[in-house]
Nanobody, 125 residues
Framework: VQLVESGGDLVQPGGSLRLSCAAS????????MSWVRQAPGKGLEWVST??????YYADSVKGRFTISRDNAKNTVYLQMNSLKSEDTALYYC?????????????????????WGQGTQVTVSS
């Protein structure tokens, strides 16, 4: 299994970014795909999960972030709009055969079977 994130960057408050996660080594179309982030000095915060066409979001990003997937490209995306300084974090793509038990809160590495290396998002003027 391999998960490779991209798209992180430095962006001003109010700006937008789209993160991508290219997946390989498993049946992508039937997998739960999630985004988890880690801000400096904080734990792993669950952000969003997609399963088939069903999407789930943390309250802190609901209405601003959109998760989507392209099964033909084995890729999951996170469109982030109206970015705030508190969105600054290392964003990880993660997958597991089940819906994440840590959804709505903080996760541990054991909550997902596979993780990517992360992509840095910095929101600052």
């Amino acid at each position: 299994v391999q998960l490779v994130e991209s798209g992180g960057d430095l962006v001003q408050p109010g700006g937008s970014l789209r993160l991508s996660c290219a997946a390989s080594g498993f049946t992508f179309s039937s997998a739960y795909m999630s985004w988890v982030r880690q801000a400096p000095g904080k734990g792993l915060e669950w952000v969003s999960t997609i399963y088939n066409s069903n999407t789930y979001y943390a309250d802190s990003v609901k209405g601003r972030f959109t998760i989507s997937r392209d099964n033909a490209k084995n890729t999951v995306y996170l469109q982030m709009n109206s970015l705030k300084s508190e969105d600054t974090a290392l964003y990880y793509c993660a997958t597991d055969p089940r819906y994440p038990y840590c959804s709505g809160g903080y996760c541990s590495r054991a909550d997902f079977g596979y993780w990517g290396q992360g992509t840095q998002v910095t929101v600052s003027s």
